[in-house]
């Protein structure tokens, strides 16, 4: 649907976020996954967000998918990529589905190697479970909403709500989709391939540049 934006600018980090400029040699990404969680509401499409407590070393206060890093015990490979995904969902959000192959996989996101903490991201779509509501532990994560897409993008673009740079394209790639089905449907048809953004740099500014985008 809608293609990355090119030359956005790199966040500013903020100290102490894992976010922080590496100089040095790249950080190996660590394997994680991410689940967008999706429903028809009224309005066409949402997806649900979470926001992390203020107090989380990385990325306080931002919202985001429910996700997470894989753990050791959970192995490697896609199995272990679904385990961790429907872990990290019923931690976050308190959403039991039992079957990882209900999960689709939609892209595969690594962090540009000038940032200091890196992630090797694989991000899968599933419908709510019927019956279920998404709610939050308090700790970890602080609050949820169902958002339609353009409906988080534009609260982000009022500074009304802190997204993160993955989170925003994926927001403006599932926008336009009418229902879930017919999104399910085209991301079992794609062939995912990972995604590095890179950080080009231009005196004191920084942007993030994708795969397509002129200079990448």
Same mark, same amino acid.
């Given at each position: 649907m809608s293609a990355a934006t090119s030359g956005e600018p790199f966040p500013?980090?903020?100290?102490?976020?894992?976010?922080?400029?590496?100089?040095?040699?790249?950080?190996?990404?660590?394997?994680?996954a991410t689940v967008m969680l999706l429903r028809d509401g009224p309005d066409g499409l949402e997806v649900l967000l979470v926001r992390r407590t203020e107090k989380a070393r990385f990325m306080a206060g931002v919202w985001v998918f429910p996700g997470g890093a894989v753990d050791d015990a959970e192995g490697s490979g896609d199995d272990a990529h679904r385990t961790? =995904? !429907?872990?990290?969902?019923?931690?976050?959000?308190?959403?039991?589905i039992d079957d990882p192959a209900a999960l689709v996989k939609f892209s595969r996101w690594i962090t540009p190697a000038v940032v200091q903490?890196?992630?090797?991201?694989?991000?899968?779509?599933?419908?709510?479970p019927a019956g279920q509501e998404a709610r939050v532990d308090g700790e970890e994560c602080v609050d949820c909403g169902w958002f339609t897409p353009a409906g988080a993008l534009?609260?982000?673009?009022?500074?009304?709500? =802190? !997204?993160?740079?993955?989170?925003?394209k994926h927001l403006e790639q599932l926008d336009g989709f009418p229902s879930v089905r017919e999104l399910l449907a085209y991301a079992a048809a794609r062939e995912v391939l990972p995604v590095e953004p890179k950080v080009h740099l231009e005196g004191e500014v920084a942007r993030v540049l994708l795969p397509g985008d002129p200079g990448y």
């Open positions: 500013q980090p903020r100290p102490g976020s894992g976010e922080d400029y590496n100089p040095g040699p790249p950080t190996p990404p660590r394997q994680a961790a =995904a !429907l872990r990290e969902l019923r931690e976050e959000a308190a959403i039991v903490t890196r992630f090797d991201t694989h991000f899968f779509l599933a419908q709510l534009e609260a982000h673009g009022k500074d009304e709500m =802190a !997204l993160v740079f993955p989170t925003i």
